[in-house]
């Protein structure tokens, strides 16, 4: 282990317990704040990052039994960040003993012997540990073999079943996809570069343009054909929600919380960069990365718009013929790629996210013409944040209805909605992820 890739790990992990920001964003952060551009070291880091986070709660279950009397919560956030690594190498990672006495002599280096010198002996005590199950809850045990908050552990055993549930908990690592950009050449000649480049890929039966990474020589954003767009980096369920959608040439789409622009980039793409799409979200961040993703796919029918869509006068004054509606979310459909999300979350989180999509569903149904539809997704799997935010909608706006989109890669929605589409991790190898479409008569 580098003495800058644990340097990295440590602030990145402090940042996302501080700022409750995700790991890349941490790692980028850290990156540009101590100058390291090295792709070895920050891979070497991400490494570190990612599977600290994942199995955060039994590190610190592990923290506890070793620290005894003293409260993980009352180390320095450095020291604190460091026991985890340290836990999540030791216990679950291919180490000598040799490179644990040798991460320690660097964690000194970092923090210094005297901020260290708080955790020396829980240090040596780690190794021996296991972690306790005696005394607690089904939920709770599973949660510590899972790495999942009980509350998740309990909602999913609720929604699925137990031994459904047990085997979306314990899902590996997913695959990643990307979608070939047709606006920028032949299908057939990108994927060709990809080989030329080391990418070697498999197509996802029914999903157009869709390809799953088998194998690569390098992170795919520092390829040759990232930088001049002719793919970027989606989830098949991501690419299912453009093919839902269906645009035409020539077609108005309202594009709804479209910032960073991977499903708008796919739209325009299914548009041949004819017609015009309106792509508004609220973050100026996200729309600045929207900005350079549009330049780089070459979309050139796409106009952004920035504003609040739980606000009615936020929106533009349009009829779309079609409305894409991809509201922010729980996001437990991510837990995987993304597993900070899963401390950040309570079982309180997923009311107030269904608030929030109401609100911003209801807006929408303003700007659809007669004949036009809305598609609704999340990378959620919860019942309040899909089905019943549509069962809501539905009652309020008897214009609409529910009708069977192609292409059908999913499971049918809950609560009777068998029209509507989910797709699962441990099912479908991709997000978590619930789609509809609505038809406006």
Same mark, same amino acid.
């Given at each position: 282990?580098?003495?800058?890739?644990?340097?990295?790990?440590?602030?990145?992990?402090?940042?996302?317990?501080?700022?409750?920001?995700?790991?890349?964003?941490?790692?980028?952060? +850290?990156?540009?704040?101590?100058?390291?551009?090295?792709?070895?070291?920050?891979?070497?880091?991400?490494?570190?990052?990612?599977?600290?986070?994942?199995?955060?709660?039994?590190?610190?279950?592990?923290?506890?039994?070793?620290?005894?009397?003293?409260?993980?919560?009352?180390?320095?956030?450095?020291?604190?960040? $460091?026991?985890?690594?340290?836990?999540?190498?030791?216990?679950?990672?291919?180490?000598? $003993?040799?490179?644990?006495?040798?991460?320690?002599?660097?964690?000194?280096?970092?923090?210094?012997?005297?901020?260290?010198?708080?955790?020396?002996?829980?240090?040596?005590?780690? #190794?021996?540990?296991?972690?306790?199950?005696?005394?607690?809850?089904?939920?709770?045990?599973?949660?510590?073999?899972?790495?999942?908050?009980?509350?998740?552990?309990?909602?999913?055993?609720?929604?699925?079943?137990?031994?459904?549930?047990?085997?979306?908990?314990?899902?590996?690592?997913?695959?990643?996809?990307?979608?070939?950009?047709?606006?920028?050449?032949?299908?057939?000649?990108?994927?060709?570069?990809?080989?030329?480049?080391?990418?070697?890929?498999?197509?996802?039966?029914?999903?157009?343009?869709? $390809?799953?990474?088998?194998?690569?020589?390098?992170?795919?954003?520092?390829?040759?054909?990232?930088?001049?767009?002719?793919? +970027?980096?989606?989830?098949?369920?991501?690419?299912?929600?453009?093919?839902?959608?269906?645009?035409? #040439?020539?077609?108005?789409?309202?594009?709804?919380?479209?910032?960073?622009?991977?499903? +708008?980039?796919?739209?325009?793409?299914?548009?041949?960069?004819?017609?015009?799409?309106?792509?508004?979200?609220f973050s100026e961040r996200r729309l600045k990365i929207w900005k350079r993703e549009m330049g780089r796919l070459g979309v050139e029918n796409a106009v952004p718009i920035r504003g609040d869509a739980r606000k009615p006068g936020a929106f533009p004054d349009v009829k779309a013929d079609l409305v894409l509606v991809d509201p922010p979310c729980t996001g437990t459909g991510t837990f995987n790629r993304v597993p900070s999300g899963k401390w950040r979350l309570s079982r309180r989180?997923?009311?107030?996210?269904?608030?929030?999509?109401?609100?911003?569903?209801?807006?929408?149904?303003?700007?659809?013409?007669?004949?036009?539809?809305?598609?609704?997704?999340?990378?959620?799997?919860?019942?309040?944040?899909?089905?019943?935010?549509?069962?809501? $909608?539905?009652?309020?706006?008897?214009?609409?209805?529910?009708?069977?989109?192609?292409?059908?890669?999913?499971?049918?929605?809950?609560?009777?909605?068998?029209?509507?589409?989910?797709?699962?991790?441990?099912?479908?190898?991709?997000?978590?992820?619930?789609?509809?479409?609505?038809?406006?008569?």
């Amino acid at each position: 282990m580098q003495w800058k890739a644990l340097a990295l790990a440590i602030e990145a992990l402090s940042w996302i317990e501080l700022k409750r920001i995700n790991e890349r964003l941490a790692l980028r952060k +850290t990156a540009k704040q101590l100058d390291i551009r090295d792709e070895a070291i920050l891979r070497q880091a991400f490494r570190l990052i990612m599977e600290v986070t994942r199995r955060r709660n039994a590190l610190d279950h592990l923290a506890a039994q070793a620290l005894d009397q003293e409260s993980l919560e009352d180390l320095n956030l450095g020291v604190r960040s $460091f026991l985890r690594i340290y836990i999540s190498e030791v216990k679950y990672g291919d180490i000598t $003993f040799k490179e644990v006495v040798k991460m320690a002599e660097l964690a000194r280096e970092i923090l210094g012997s005297r901020e260290l010198s708080t955790v020396e002996e829980a240090l040596d005590l780690i #190794p021996h540990l296991d972690i306790q199950l005696e005394g607690f809850s089904d939920d709770e045990a599973t949660a510590l073999r899972t790495f999942h908050p009980a509350w998740f552990v309990r909602y999913c055993r609720e929604l699925l079943g137990r031994e459904e549930a047990l085997r979306l908990l314990q899902v590996p690592d997913l695959p990643t996809y990307i979608r070939i950009n047709s606006l920028k050449g032949a299908e057939g000649e990108i994927l060709e570069s990809l080989r030329r480049e080391g990418v070697e890929l498999e197509g996802d039966s029914g999903l157009e343009h869709a $390809f799953r990474v088998v194998n690569q020589t390098c992170p795919l954003n520092l390829l040759r054909t990232y930088r001049e767009g002719l793919f +970027t980096v989606q989830d098949k369920a991501s690419v299912l929600a453009g093919l839902v959608v269906a645009p035409e #040439p020539g077609m108005t789409v309202l594009d709804v919380c479209a910032a960073p622009g991977i499903k +708008t980039g796919h739209l325009s793409q299914l548009m041949g960069n004819q017609g015009l799409i309106l792509s508004l979200d609220f973050s100026e961040r996200r729309l600045k990365i929207w900005k350079r993703e549009m330049g780089r796919l070459g979309v050139e029918n796409a106009v952004p718009i920035r504003g609040d869509a739980r606000k009615p006068g936020a929106f533009p004054d349009v009829k779309a013929d079609l409305v894409l509606v991809d509201p922010p979310c729980t996001g437990t459909g991510t837990f995987n790629r993304v597993p900070s999300g899963k401390w950040r979350l309570s079982r309180r989180s997923i009311n107030k996210m269904m608030s929030i999509q109401r609100r911003i569903l209801d807006n929408c149904a303003e700007h659809v013409r007669e004949g036009g539809s809305i598609v609704y997704c999340t990378c959620s799997i919860t019942a309040e944040e899909n089905e019943r935010v549509i069962q809501d $909608f539905l009652q309020v706006h008897s214009e609409f209805k529910l009708i069977k989109a192609k292409p059908r890669i999913g499971l049918p929605g809950l609560m009777g909605q068998a029209e509507a589409q989910r797709l699962y991790p441990h099912i479908h190898r991709c997000n978590g992820f619930y789609i509809v479409k609505l038809a406006r008569s």
